[in-house]
């Protein structure tokens, strides 16, 4: 059977995928805000391990069509382990129609064009990619060790491999003085890339995080529900995208919001207006259906 190795993360929308621990932990591990695999160090497992799982999925689970590559970093393998799982992957659910990974831009930067092309003709058609921002100085309080550019470059490369990208954005990350800055900066990072999913979140200290620490010492914002809401609104508003679904449902936002762009935009902008002019009357979701 499979045999998780500590705490298991995956996206919303893998809710009823096979999720697999290729990997253990997250090669970068550094963001400040994040606490998902600090107690794991990260490593490959070996393929046999692997194979194992495969066959008892395959045995008991029956239709498998989605599998997800845990934990935080699978993509930073090697592209021919990656190869070589996905083949047999391939091999053990004839139904299986995506394979999926979160993507870290220190991954997207050692992998080629050609070797994510091969993966994805393997079948890992689809990368989750942490933006959380595009502005410089919040990348950097972020510790994403990436700047802008670089972000933009990593996407791109994942575009012209033609791989999908369902891509996050931290509302809050800037703080109060830094909000406005922070929306316009992460909307020109986001049209650069023009991913095919765009979700936002709002960040949240948790423990045993660099993030938490600078909360406890008072050095951290906490937007409130109406300001957050005028820094999505500055976010949307500055999006000029081809055809990307977007979704404000994590539990860690005061609104629900989805639509597709740019065919929604207005109507997206439209309704946080009439939020912004009248708050009182706003159904932000109550703190304690709010989570991670």
């Known amino acids: 059977m499979i045999q998780y190795e500590g705490k298991l993360f995956r996206p919303p929308s893998e809710a009823n995928s096979l ?25 490959v497992r070996p393929i046999d391990e692997l194979q194992a799982e495969i066959d008892w999925a395959a045995a008991h689970l029956g239709r498998v069509d989605k599998v997800f590559l845990a934990d935080g970093d699978a993509l930073v393998a090697k592209h021919s382990f990656l190869a070589e799982l996905l083949d047999r992957l391939n091999a053990a659910f004839p139904d299986l129609r995506r394979v999926s990974c979160y993507a870290s831009p220190q991954s997207l930067q050692v ?67 830094g909000s406005r800055d922070h929306a316009i900066e992460s909307a020109r990072v986001v049209n650069a890339i023009q991913p095919r999913f765009v979700s936002t979140l709002v960040m949240t200290p948790v423990e045993d995080t660099p993030l938490w620490e600078e909360d406890q010492r008072g050095e951290v914002d906490h937007l409130d529900p109406v300001e957050l809401a005028c820094e999505l609104r500055e976010f949307l508003a500055g999006l000029e995208l081809e055809g990307s679904v ?47």
């Open 19 to 43: 999720i697999l621990q290729a990997t253990i932990g997250c090669s970068y591990n550094l963001c400040t805000f994040c606490a998902m695999y600090r107690d794991k160090r990260f490593r």
């Open 246 to 292: 977007f979704r404000s449902n994590h539990a860690s936002n005061y609104l629900a919001l989805a639509g597709t762009l740019p065919k929604d935009k207005e109507r997206l902008v439209a309704g946080l207006d009439e939020v912004l002019a009248d708050p009182e009357r706003a159904r932000f979701v109550p703190e304690w259906m709010r989570g991670l």
């Open 111 to 177: 992998r080629s064009v050609e070797e994510m092309r091969d993966l994805k003709e393997r079948g890992l058609t689809l990368y989750y990619l942490g933006i959380e921002s595009g502005h410089d100085g919040v990348l950097e309080s972020l510790e994403k060790g990436v700047d802008a550019e670089e972000m933009i470059a990593v996407g791109q490369k994942a575009h012209e491999a033609g791989v999908k990208l369902s891509t996050m954005i931290l509302l809050g990350a800037g703080g109060r003085a």
